[in-house]
């Protein structure tokens, strides 16, 4: 199967059993924006809850907070949002689909990068243990012309982004000859800046002054408090603010499902250090975050850092965390050294001092700051995509499993009677009301136990007990793997540690330490 049939698959699962569905459905839907069922919800809280401990509770100097989406309309002149929060958009005149410029050109680089491997696939079918991989991309004609084409247009967008030069993006654009995957046409319009911030009015005021901005980042929350936390928290430097929250951004190309929305959430951590000491920080914090995906256990081959070529006029140091995401490689998290820029700016316009008084050194200053920013959506689509299986089992059987982390998974537990009579229900209820106290547990009567079994492989539980009529003299009860889908027979007054043993968010903090 394609990886885009899988893609589609996971889609259709995840709207089924009740993860993930279209927002406004009943009305058609409203574009890139999605709606969390029963389960999603589940999912997405663990997923905050486990990076919310691993930033506030582990570490003694990181505090998390939780600002307004509403803020001053000078915030986002001060961040540079208003002036410069702009993607460059251009349409193709055949199909009428807009597209952001740099995508294009990015897009267009990934295939030629997809071109070199085939031809080194093909150089080592061809020569056998005798290739050398190294000699080959130096020396072979067809590598070295895609090569030279991937670093001239790599060299020419970097130029024309920084220099904000709309005229040379499109120029770029038809002299790599790219055209619209839609109507295969070369027919494009002008580049044009196009502003992410969605607006709208405050009380009773209209016109500019009444002009406010729904938040397109969680980040600008954490500045404007950034003195109110130092003082009330007596917080020194290094420490670090952390917030979670909602952010918007009127995407121009919204596809691929929940990895771009136009309302999504994310989890934002601002370090604020010593002037001087932020790359050794930002090293830290690079290693410390991709730490943090690799405990979820889905593979360290799918995951790569990711240097800017180009970076922020502020940032003196970026680099992505990408996840090898079903349509290949991509952002998942950004992790920035931002030097004094945000203080510095609101300080300049807000008229108040942001700085701080550093005891040893007797002086005052604007502190530099590394910032952690990972999306909860596309950590959500990371984690089910690199859950989802359709696996043939040994006895022929197909089912559809997703392998979530059990410290994630929505369901912890699922409690089913073998039969609905006897004693069974009652014996299962009676489990399942001290267990619930503590974890998330679904009881289930309907259909063969085969079936249950194959409705909460579905959804990730990674435990299934079964009542039967031996457990009413023996006061053991059937234990289920997901995974390994082995049976075992255990006492009932066993199951919370063993439960606790493998669902416990512990399991994921302990790895970070
Ligand atoms: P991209 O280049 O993909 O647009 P970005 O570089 O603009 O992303 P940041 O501003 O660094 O993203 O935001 C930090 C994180 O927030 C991203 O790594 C991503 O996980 C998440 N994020 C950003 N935009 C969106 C979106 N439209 N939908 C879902 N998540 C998003």
Redesign the pocket.
């Known amino acids: 199967m394609t990886q885009e049939d899988l893609f589609k698959n996971l889609i259709a699962h995840t709207k089924e059993y009740g993860y993930i569905f279209p927002s406004s459905e009943i009305y058609d839907g409203l574009g890139a924006v999605y709606d969390y069922g029963q389960l999603g919800s589940e999912l997405k809280n663990n997923i905050k809850k486990y990076w919310w401990e691993s930033m506030v509770r582990l570490n003694e100097n990181i505090v998390g907070i939780d600002s307004a989406i509403f803020m001053h309309p000078r915030i986002w002149e001060a961040s540079g949002h208003v002036g410069a929060f702009n993607d460059p958009l251009i349409d193709n005149k055949d199909s009428k689909k807009r597209y952001r410029a740099d995508v294009l050109l990015e897009d267009y680089i990934a295939k030629l990068e997809e071109k070199i491997n085939k031809d080194v696939e093909k150089g080592r079918k061809k020569f056998g243990e005798a290739f050398d991989e190294a000699q080959f991309r130096a020396t072979n004609p067809n590598v070295l012309r895609n090569a030279r084409k991937i670093e001239e247009c790599k060299e020419r967008m970097v130029a024309a982004l920084n220099a904000n030069d709309l005229d040379a993006l499109k120029q770029l654009i038809l002299d790599c000859e790219i055209v619209c995957p839609i109507s295969g046409t070369k027919n494009w319009t002008d580049v044009r800046q196009f502003n992410l911030m969605f607006s709208t009015q405050l009380g009773s005021v209209s016109g500019e002054s009444g002009t406010i901005y729904l938040r397109p980042?969680t980040a600008q929350g954490i500045f404007v408090n950034y003195l109110n936390v130092q003082k009330t928290g007596r917080m020194k430097l290094p420490f670090g603010i952390a917030q979670i929250g909602k952010?918007f951004?009127n995407?121009i190309v919204?596809r691929q499902f929940?990895?771009?929305?136009?309302e999504?959430e994310?989890m934002e951590m601002q370090f604020f250090v010593q002037p001087g000491q932020e790359l050794e920080w930002f090293a830290k914090w690079k290693e410390t975050r991709l730490k943090w995906h690799l405990a979820l256990g889905m593979g360290e081959e799918n995951y790569r850092y990711h240097d800017h070529d180009k970076l922020a006029h502020y940032a003196n140091a970026a680099t992505?965390i990408e996840f090898n995401f079903p349509f290949g490689f991509?952002?998942?998290?950004?992790i920035h050294s931002r030097t004094d820029f945000d203080l510095g700016r609101h300080q300049e316009y807000s008229g108040k001092k942001l700085q701080y008084f550093d005891p040893e050194k007797g002086e005052s200053y604007v502190p530099y700051v590394i910032e952690t920013?990972?999306?909860v959506?596309?950590t959500v689509l990371a984690v089910l995509s690199g859950a989802y299986r359709e696996e043939k089992l040994e006895n022929g059987e197909e089912r559809v499993v997703l392998k979530l982390h059990p410290a994630l998974a929505p369901v912890k537990l699922a409690v089913l009677p073998l039969v609905k009579k006897d004693g069974l229900p009652e014996l299962a209820r009676e489990i399942m009301a001290e267990l619930k106290l503590d974890f998330n547990c679904q009881y289930d009567e309907k259909d063969s136990i085969g079936k249950r079994y194959r409705r909460q492989d579905a959804i990730g539980t990674p435990l299934c007990i079964t009542v039967d009529h031996q457990s009413l003299e023996d006061k053991c009860v059937t234990l289920r793997d997901r995974d390994t889908m082995q049976q075992e027979r255990i006492p009932i007054a066993e199951l919370y540690k063993r439960v606790d043993e493998k669902v416990n968010m512990r399991t994921l903090l302990k790895q970070l330490m």
């Open positions: 980042e952010a951004r995407e919204a929940i990895f771009r929305m136009r999504f994310q992505d991509k952002e998942l998290e950004g920013s990972i999306g959506d596309r």
